[in-house]
């Protein structure tokens, strides 16, 4: 029998007593450089294996750690996010990882298609080609040209996968999404970037937003402004309005606004850097606690609702002045003479042949037609020459139905349309007029 170190408080489990662990709601061992989670990966869970993990390479120098996760039932993102930046950290320092799955089924597919497999053991597992809506796989920045692009594949999927979305909250979300990717370009001095994951909550109707580097840390950088905080001391000011490391790069707006955003929304925002750990939600309010083992960086977690509109007026007010951040329709559309923005179907479209490129196409245009100021949209299709029956259904038949003739022909304009698909789209359009059901 193999008795592995059990590494939890107070407890003493030998591993082949598997119903005793398969209660627990987590149980983490440890056996020299073999890490074994077993329940729930939760922060404790997480703590104890960066910790494991620091202390193995750092401290014994094993240039290569196993990370089972075959008894793992259930993973968070902000603990995963903060696994795969501490392990892309070890790899570049040469350290082999290997992971293996979770056991169940589910679990692993979530493992490759958030794109954690991959980022935490390079060698055997593919990066995720997941292209669904229903989160961002973990994607890395190291510039910030790579910033732009993660937060616009971002947007995307925040456009194609939540229905009738308020442009206010579209900009909030991309306002706090591009600070905090920000501070890590600009603060970390991460050699291995930034790592950030989109969880689209429907349900609740909140999205998650994790973004983690292995960088130096808030402690740090703030102590180069005020050496005599302690790390809690650093993360409690970091936070506030017009605390920066340095008034020639900074404001100090960004944690502080991000932080306002998710309370006018009811969401909540978590902090943990070096050995402090920052919390806000509605129910306990602003806690900061000292954690047991430190965070070699900084992660950054918080939940924007958008069940109702957020005031962007009392969330974003910086030395007493309101900040109108940058309008998403203004900034990623063009518009044609007559105002409208135009929407140009061969860049916003993974294909035409399917439903399933469609689905989100219809979605990104109704959230659009939403935002109060917008009366229509040109519908560009110039360089589309061929669509299948399904893909315009999906997109025009199914949107003529939702909206009704008269809205759908004063609110979408199509432009440069070529005869065939023209023919296409007004059967696909005829043919869910006769369905039963439709308006
Ligand atoms: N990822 C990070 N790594 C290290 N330090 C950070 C990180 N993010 C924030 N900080 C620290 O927290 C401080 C406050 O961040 P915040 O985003 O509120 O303001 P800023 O970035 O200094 O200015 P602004 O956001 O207005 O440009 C930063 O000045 C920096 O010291
Ligand atoms: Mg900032």
Redesign the pocket.
């Known amino acids: 029998v193999k008795i592995f170190r059990p590494v939890f408080d107070n407890k003493f489990v030998v591993g082949r007593f598997k119903t005793l662990v398969w209660c627990l709601p987590m149980a983490f061992f440890r056996d020299t450089n073999t890490f074994k989670i077993f329940g729930e990966f939760d922060s404790e869970a997480s703590s104890k294996m960066t910790g494991a993990m620091y202390d193995c390479v750092t401290k014994q120098g094993y240039k290569e750690l196993n990370l089972n996760f075959e008894g793992c039932t259930k993973a968070f993102s902000t603990e995963m996010v903060t696994l795969c930046a501490q392990a892309q950290k070890y790899w570049q320092q040469s350290v082999d990882i290997s992971l293996k799955l979770p056991s169940d089924a589910a679990m692993a597919r979530l493992f490759n298609n958030a794109n954690w497999a991959h980022l935490i053991d390079v060698h055997s597992h593919a990066e995720s080609r997941y292209r669904g809506y229903t989160h961002a796989r973990t994607m890395r920045f190291n510039n910030e040209v790579e910033q732009f692009e993660v937060v616009n594949r971002i947007l995307d999927i925040l456009l194609s996968a939540i229905r009738h979305f308020k442009r206010s909250d579209l900009s909030a979300m991309e306002w706090a999404i591009n600070?905090?990717a920000?501070?890590?370009i600009?603060?970390?001095?991460?050699s291995v970037g930034?790592f950030i994951q989109l969880t689209n909550h429907s349900q609740r109707k909140q999205i998650e937003v994790v973004?983690a580097?292995s960088?130096?840390?808030?402690p740090?950088?703030?102590r180069?402004?005020h050496p005599e905080y302690s790390d809690s001391e650093?993360l409690d000011s970091?936070?506030r309005e017009g605390?920066?490391?340095?008034p020639q790069?900074?404001?100090?707006?960004?944690?502080?606004?991000?932080w306002e955003i998710t309370k006018k929304s009811l969401g909540m925002f978590k902090l943990q850097?070096g050995w402090a750990n920052l919390d806000s939600d509605e129910q306990v309010g602003l806690r900061i606690s000292k954690r047991v083992t430190p965070i070699k960086?900084?992660v950054?977690s918080f939940r924007i609702g958008y069940d109702q509109a957020i005031n962007l007026e009392e969330a974003l007010t910086f030395s007493g002045k309101p900040h109108k951040p940058v309008d998403y329709v203004d900034v990623h559309f063009e518009l044609d003479e007559d105002g409208r923005p135009i929407f140009n179907l061969a860049n916003e479209s993974s294909g035409f042949g399917s439903r399933k490129a469609g689905d989100p196409v219809r979605r990104k245009l109704r959230n659009i037609l939403a935002m109060s100021d917008v009366q229509a949209v040109a519908v560009d299709l110039t360089e589309v020459h061929l669509v299948s029956s399904s893909y315009a259904d999906e997109v025009f038949g199914k949107l003529f139905s939702e909206l009704g003739p008269l809205e759908f022909s004063s609110k979408i304009a199509l432009i440069g349309v070529d005869p065939l698909v023209k023919q296409l789209i007004d059967k696909a359009i005829v043919q869910r007029m006769q369905q039963p059901g439709s308006t």
Do not use: P, W
């Not at 960088?215 to 808030?218: D, H, L, N």
């Open positions: 600070e905090i920000d501070n890590v600009n603060h970390s001095e991460s930034g973004v580097d960088g130096i840390g808030i740090t950088t703030i180069s402004a650093a970091a936070i605390v920066t490391r340095d790069i900074g404001q100090g707006n960004g944690l502080f606004g991000t850097s960086g900084c950054v």
